[in-house]
Each structure stands twice: as C-alpha cells, then as structure tokens.
C-alpha cells in the first residue's frame, strides 16, 4: 500500500545549553514554535492537532508536564496528543503526526517540546528508577552502566579501544563547534578525552551526552496542502520502530537473539525505514545520517545497524574519516547527542538536523551535496528505536 507523502515545511530549535535561567518550561517550548511557525509562514490557529513530545516529566518536577504546555503550543480547542519513549519521544513523536497526515485526518500538525534536564537536579536519580527493582536495579544498572556494558560487550567481540571512543567525541566536538545551536561546542583531543573523569569504564566525563536545556518544534503538512500553498518542504519517506525485550540480561547473547555489543532492533528499525523509502543499499543512497548516540561507543553500533558499515567495521572506518564531515557518509554532523542532550527533543533534533541537511539549509555543518538523510532515536534501557528518512 502506498503511503501518502508527508512534508516538513517548518523547524524550529532554540539554542541549547545547560540552563536556560531566562525562560521557563512553557516558554522554552513557546521559542521553538514561534522559530518553527516564522519557519513555514503559517500560524498557529491554522495547526489542526498537536503531538507532544515529553519525556520522564519527573525531569520538570510537575506531573503530567504536558498540562503546563498546552497554551504555549497553541493546542486549546485542538487534538493533543502527548507522547513519551524515552530518549526516543521526539521521533516516536514526528511519527505520531506523520500518521495523523497520513491516515488523511490532518493537513497541518505541530510536533514540538522542551526539556531543562540541566535544571532537575540529578537526573540519574530520576532515570536509574527505570529498571526492575529486583532482579536488575540492585546491580546496579543505570543508563550509564547499562551502556558501559554494551561498550565491554564490543570491546570483546570487535577490539574497540578506549582510543576509539574518544575519536567519537572528537569528530563530534569538531562538527559542533559549526553549529551554533549545539551545547558542547568546545573542540577536543583524543588525550583530553582519555584523561577525563571515569564514570563507569570505559566511559568518561568526555565519552558520554551533557545534560541540557532546550526546545524543538517541527511542523508536518500533507503533500495535497503543501501543492495548495506553493508551500517548500522536505519529504518524510520512511518511518518506522522497533522494540527490544525490556530485562539487559536477554541481550547478551548466548543463543539470545540480541546481543548488548549490538543494536539489533534499531538495525531493524532502520531496515523497515528503508524498505518504506525504497532505499536498497544505504551505503551509496544515504548522504546524511544523524544518529541517537548518547555514549561515544554507541555510535558505533548505531551506525553499523543503520547500515553504514558491517558489523565491527566501524571504528576502522572512523579512522579512514568516513563519518566526518568531508567524508562519505558524514555522521552527526550537529554534533550529535553527545553535544546536545534536552531528553524530550533529542530524537526530534536528529530528524530536524537531518531535514535541514537535506533541505541544503544547515549553515557551517552542511553536508555538501545531502540529498537523502536517515536519522534514529533510542529510548527506555536502549529498548525503544525509531528510524525516519527525509529525502529532498
């Protein structure tokens, strides 16, 4: 069956950075949408629903957040919809709008959210509490040791060093000191990565995303409203999820499926993403991937289960500079998660920065020549996983 095309024809992101002291949660979310309606030349009485991306609103210290959010989104007398996967919320949520597109319900949907996790406090204590209290959190599994874990199961299985992480961070670091949205914009060295504070090894204070504060809003149109309006757009091609078992034991190996060294159910998003676009081989057909990667070793399996590289291939690729700027397949050209982490619209931001490449519109980190993009996101304990294509 074919799918109606839906367009991106507005982004908004605010500037991220570790607090944002001048503006509260309802107008961190406001910034975004007036970026992105000024974007698309639309306004916000003519939006027909709302997707609302809010992950853990424990981060906010205001249950159910999503209430404090709807007149600065404009949703009042409106379809509202709020939506939580984890890291994964702002790409669970652009797929929410896509379907409301393209069931034929809307023409005209605003997807858009806001984070202050620098400001919540501790925010591991608030995510540690995701995990079984019995058999896993006593361990103890967190987000960082869970993926500490993953990073020892590659090391095994491929010879990922250390040294390899930390030329992760560096290309990410060298793509966000372009991007003036970006939160961590200060370049680095393999040596200041390795001597950084160990968290739970291998990862360092370098090695793993800051904690940020920040909006994004993106505005979805239907093609026939697009044609209507003479209105430019980007193309949402692809679009798909897959979910992973929920206990970190049942992923690694042994005759299980998944292994925790490798991203199964993201390649499978991926896959399904692909199929969707009529993307064969990503290897030739995607110029642009912005990749949910929240750890320098993640990045590795996140671009092999993209299809970017074969299993263990990716850290030798890295070193060849296949996925800088310049390179082949540039990865995380933003900066990635690494640089900028406001949880609720991190995954939006992948699809944001993968539209703007796309579009030709992503300033000094453009990818010269970006015709075809493909961007994740991972939520839960690295459980959840969408995938989107954005095509010019």
Same mark, same amino acid.
């Given at each position: 069956?074919?799918?109606?095309?839906?367009?991106?024809?507005?982004?908004?992101?605010?500037?991220?950075?570790?607090?944002?002291?001048?503006?509260?949660?309802?107008?961190?979310?406001?910034?975004?949408?007036?970026?992105?309606?000024?974007?698309?030349?639309?306004?916000?009485?003519?939006?027909?629903?709302?997707?609302?991306?809010?992950?853990?609103?424990?981060?906010?210290?205001?249950?159910?957040?999503?209430?404090?959010?709807?007149?600065?989104?404009?949703?009042?007398?409106?379809?509202?919809?709020?939506?939580?996967?984890?890291?994964?919320?702002?790409?669970?949520?652009?797929?929410?709008?896509?379907?409301?597109?393209?069931?034929?319900?809307?023409?005209?949907?605003?997807?858009?959210?806001?984070?202050?996790?620098?400001?919540?406090?501790?925010?591991?204590?608030?995510?540690?509490?995701?995990? %079984?209290?019995?058999?896993?959190?006593?361990?103890?599994?967190?987000?960082?040791?869970?993926?500490?874990?993953?990073?020892?199961?590659?090391?095994?299985?491929?010879?990922?060093?250390?040294? %390899?992480?930390?030329?992760?961070?560096?290309?990410?670091?060298?793509?966000?000191?372009?991007?003036?949205?970006?939160?961590?914009?200060?370049?680095?060295?393999?040596?200041?990565?390795?001597?950084?504070?160990?968290?739970?090894?291998?990862?360092?204070?370098?090695?793993?995303?800051?904690?940020?504060?920040?909006?994004?809003?993106?505005?979805?149109?239907?093609?026939?409203?697009?044609?209507?309006?003479?209105?430019?757009?980007?193309?949402?091609?692809?679009?798909?999820?897959?979910?992973?078992?929920?206990?970190?034991?049942?992923?690694?190996?042994?005759?299980?499926?998944?292994?925790?060294?490798?991203?199964?159910?993201?390649?499978?998003?991926?896959?399904?993403?692909?199929?969707?676009?009529?993307?064969?081989?990503?290897?030739?057909?995607?110029?642009?991937?912005?990749?949910?990667?929240?750890?320098?070793?993640?990045?590795?399996?996140?671009?092999?289960?993209?299809?970017?590289?074969?299993?263990?291939?990716?850290?030798?690729?890295?070193?060849?500079?296949?996925?800088?700027?310049?390179?082949?397949?540039?990865?995380?050209?933003?900066?990635?998660?690494?640089?900028?982490?406001?949880?609720?619209?991190?995954?939006?931001?992948?699809?944001?920065?993968?539209?703007?490449?796309?579009?030709?519109?992503?300033?000094?980190?453009?990818?010269?020549?970006?015709?075809?993009?493909?961007?994740?996101?991972?939520?839960?304990?690295?459980?959840?996983?969408?995938?989107?294509?954005?095509?010019?």
């Amino acid at each position: 069956m074919k799918v109606p095309r839906v367009g991106i024809i507005g982004i908004g992101q605010s500037e991220f950075k570790a607090r944002r002291p001048d503006a509260n949660y309802p107008e961190l979310v406001r910034e975004a949408v007036t970026i992105a309606m000024k974007d698309c030349k639309r306004e916000l009485d003519e939006i027909e629903a709302v997707v609302y991306s809010l992950a853990p609103d424990a981060l906010l210290g205001i249950g159910n957040a999503e209430r404090l959010g709807v007149d600065a989104v404009g949703a009042r007398n409106k379809r509202f919809m709020r939506i939580n996967t984890g890291g994964s919320t702002g790409i669970s949520s652009l797929a929410a709008a896509h379907s409301h597109i393209a069931a034929g319900a809307c023409d005209l949907v605003l997807v858009a959210g806001a984070d202050k996790v620098g400001e919540c406090g501790d925010s591991q204590t608030i995510l540690n509490k995701i995990w %079984d209290p019995v058999y896993e959190r006593p361990l103890p599994l967190g987000t960082i040791t869970m993926l500490a874990m993953s990073a020892v199961r590659y090391m095994h299985k491929y010879g990922m060093t250390e040294e %390899d992480m930390a030329a992760i961070v560096v290309k990410n670091r060298a793509h966000a000191a372009l991007n003036p949205k970006a939160h961590l914009r200060t370049p680095t060295t393999i040596e200041e990565v390795m001597h950084s504070r160990m968290i739970s090894w291998p990862i360092k204070l370098f090695d793993s995303c800051p904690q940020s504060s920040g909006g994004c809003a993106m505005v979805l149109a239907s093609e026939q409203y697009i044609k209507d309006n003479k209105l430019d757009a980007v193309w949402i091609t692809g679009v798909a999820h897959c979910t992973e078992s929920y206990f970190i034991g049942d992923r690694m190996g042994n005759g299980y499926i998944a292994d925790h060294a490798d991203s199964q159910a993201m390649g499978e998003a991926c896959q399904r993403a692909y199929k969707m676009a009529g993307v064969i081989d990503p290897t030739k057909q995607i110029d642009v991937a912005e990749l949910y990667s929240p750890f320098s070793n993640t990045e590795f399996h996140a671009i092999e289960g993209a299809g970017l590289a074969k299993l263990g291939q990716a850290p030798g690729m890295l070193k060849d500079g296949h996925f800088k700027l310049g390179g082949p397949t540039p990865v995380n050209p933003s900066g990635g998660v690494l640089c900028t982490n406001a949880i609720a619209v991190t995954a939006m931001v992948r699809v944001a920065e993968t539209a703007l490449q796309v579009w030709g519109r992503a300033g000094g980190h453009q990818v010269k020549g970006a015709k075809r993009g493909i961007a994740s996101g991972n939520g839960g304990d690295h459980q959840f996983f969408g995938a989107m294509v954005v095509e010019a």
